[in-house]
Nanobody
Framework: QVQVVESGGGLVQPGGSLRLSCAAS????????????MGWYRQTPGKQREQVGS???????NYADFVQGRFTISRDNAKNVVYLQMNSLKPEDTAVYYC?????????WGQGTQVTVSS
């Protein structure tokens, strides 16, 4: 199974931007990053984890309605990295953000990266 490490979170004011990164473990015969659909997810205390969006091996993206037009997912297959560019952040975007395959693999969840949107 793939291991991931998320980074790039922090404290930002409403309306601000952040770019999160997700570094996946080196591809193996069990996991080939360049052909994997990857997803970003987020979770706030007391709530279930929800999907933010995903990106296919071909670069096609899908987003949840609540981030449509504000967030952009991209990937660099040469580096095994997936990015989440977040613009026009709102306080309700405050959460721990995770990446995983799409659909998610239970053994792949990392520590996530905290994003706090507050003035």
């Amino acid at each position: 199974q793939v291991q991931v490490v998320e980074s790039g979170g922090g404290l930002v004011q409403p309306g601000g931007s952040l770019r999160l990164s997700c570094a996946a473990s080196r591809s193996s015969h069990r996991f080939i990053f360049r052909i994997a659909t990857m997803g970003w997810y987020r979770q706030t205390p007391g709530k279930q984890r929800e999907q933010v969006g995903s990106i296919s091996s071909a670069g096609s993206t899908n987003y949840a309605d609540f981030v449509q037009g504000r967030f952009t997912i991209s990937r660099d297959n040469a580096k095994n990295v997936v990015y989440l560019q977040m613009n026009s952040l709102k306080p309700e975007d405050t959460a721990v953000y995770y990446c995983n395959t799409q659909p998610p693999s239970g053994g792949t969840w990392g520590q996530g990266t905290q994003v706090t949107v507050s003035s």
